[in-house]
T-cell receptor, first 115, second 111 residues
Framework: DTEVTQTPKHLVMGMTNKKSLKCEQH?????MYWYKQKAKKPPELMFV???????INESVPSRFSPECPNSSLLNLHLHALQPEDSALYLC??????????????FGPGTRLTVT | QKEVEQNSGPLSVPEGAIASLNCTYS??????FFWYRQYSGKSPELIMS????GDKEDGRFTAQLNKASQYVSLLIRDSQPSDSATYLC???????????FGKGTHLIIQP
């Protein structure tokens, strides 16, 4: 069983909607990540939260907004998305980066469809 | 630009044989290397990590790293039909660095 959980599993939203994806990890990890994966493509990094510092992939549009309420929770707020944003959104976590080698563990993902 | 290259396949291997998957990376600053298995419609599952030159074995899986050649490989012994999946090679600078993935190799184990 994965120790990274994501909700919802599936989400269908219109281009004018606002929704949020949620991720929680139960491993005491201190870094969390959002990735986007299109069909038959590898995951692409969107955001990294590590010790309350956010790192952003500069190619990610502003209609995606991450939020980290605490070290075990990570949200991704969605607003005014486009149909091309339809993808599998993956959350991952890794241990304290000061001591570990960066093994990342993925949650089951949220399948997002934008209509 | 960090890049990880893999042959997309499909790679077809008879059941019980050894499957050999390869990957190269461009960034010499990469410190950590990973193999993930991904079944269709599912999320990536970490199966091997390797940080030092040489071999690392875990059950039927052996990862190999050659930093001079910027080359990573994964061997799967006694291949089973359940090993049929896409295998993603990934590299990172370590710590909280994001992963750079290759495009993945689609492995088919033929019964």
């Amino acid at each position: 069983d994965t120790e990274v959980t994501q909700t919802p599993k599936h989400l269908v939203m219109g281009m004018t909607n606002k929704k949020s994806l949620k991720c929680e990890q139960h491993m005491g990890h201190r870094a969390m990540y959002w990735y986007k994966q299109k069909a038959k493509k590898p995951p692409e990094l969107m955001f990294v939260y590590s010790y309350e510092k956010l790192s952003i992939n500069e190619s990610v549009p502003s209609r995606f907004s991450p939020e980290c309420p605490n070290s075990s929770l990570l949200n991704l707020h969605l607003h005014a998305l486009q149909p091309e944003d339809s993808a599998l959104y993956l959350c991952a976590s890794s241990q304290d980066f000061r001591t570990a080698r960066g093994e990342q563990y993925f949650g089951p993902g949220t399948r997002l469809t934008v209509t | 630009q960090k890049e990880v290259e893999q042959n997309s396949g499909p790679l077809s291997v008879p059941e019980g044989a050894i499957a050999s998957l390869n990957c190269t990376y461009s960034d010499r600053g990469s410190q950590s290397f990973f193999w993930y298995r991904q079944y269709s419609g599912k999320s990536p599952e970490l199966i091997m990590s390797i940080y030092s030159n040489g071999d690392k074995e875990d059950g039927r899986f052996t990862a190999q790293l050659n930093k001079a050649s910027q080359y990573v490989s994964l061997l799967i012994r006694d291949s089973q039909p359940s090993d049929s999946a896409t295998y993603l090679c990934a590299a990172s600078g370590g710590g909280a660095d994001g992963l750079t993935f290759g495009k993945g190799t689609h492995l088919i184990i033929q019964p």
